[in-house]
């Protein structure tokens, strides 16, 4: 039998800087089989819309769907309805996959049986704050020990980075649900888990990754992460773990901490005030120490000026965010 097909579906908005690169990468993909992408583009504030008419223009087995609402589900949705590979391989504009990324996911996608396969999200900055994110993003301090994030030994895993999907699998689980602007990945691999598929992750997949550039950039990412994670956590309260409540309860108890010290302080108690800052000090303890391990296995020292920050952004924003909730709302 032949190489299955294989169709790349790319959902992209306000990618004009990435979006060419990332898609001839994909373009000079190692795999002999039949392979075509489909761009979902977005309303963007630059010229992605141009870059991805150029795209297809130039390459007959790139095509172009418009995206109104902009949102990833929804483009991800519209792009696989237009697409027609058995396999399924989800890109984000701004990613780019090594050239035997294709043909490695086929093969361990044969090779195991599974539905969806993934492997590392492989962070990767170009300037000394990107860098600093990117080695956060890569520790289980920062992100906890998904090996999507810290990598590990190939295996069923609860979910993965991006996906090379069973055409099959998503028309079983009825594709992304368009109520999920963010968390869209990890709630699918949920359903196609529950519908007794196999989610694998294995380390020979590697996509970099590149990471924000600013601070304020990354606190909205993370907000962003944990409302919509929260969101899973309601409608599937059985997903909940204490990997997903560390920093909810980190953020709530160095909240109220703090409000208690200030107690103190209004009160003239000093020992409110002491026991009120024991939360922030073990974090920043905790922190400082991480901070550290993390700049001496990358090499570079000098990162320990930012970590403790994009540390605290990271966990405080990812926090604040699953304590608020009312993401889907």
Known sequence: MGLPSVSVVMPVVNEERHLRASVLRILDQDYAGSLDVTLAVGPSRDNTAQVAAELSAEYPNVHVVDNPSGATPTGLNLAINSSSGDVVVRVDGHAMIPR??????????????ADNVGGVMAAEGTGEFEKAVAAAMTSKFGVGGASFHVGGDEGPALTVYLGCFRRSALDRV???????????????????????????????????????????????????????RREVATRHPETISVRYL???????????????????VVSGRGGLVALGLMPAGVYAAGNAAASASVAARAGEPAMMRRLPTVFATMHGAWGAGFLRGGAGR
């Open 246 to 264: 560390a920093a909810p309860v980190t953020v709530a108890a160095i909240s109220g901490g703090l409000a208690l010290s200030l107690a103190g």
């Open 174 to 228: 009825g594709g992304y649900d368009e109520t999920m602007e963010r968390a869209q990945d990890w709630e699918m691999n949920l359903r196609i888990r529950n519908t007794g598929g196999v989610v694998y992750f294995t380390p020979d997949l590697h996509v970099t990754y590149r990471p924000r550039h600013s601070l304020r950039a990354l606190a909205r990412q993370y907000y962003d992460y944990g409302r919509w």
């Open 100 to 113: 035997d990324y294709i043909s490695t996911a086929v093969d361990v996608l044969e090779r195991t049986g």
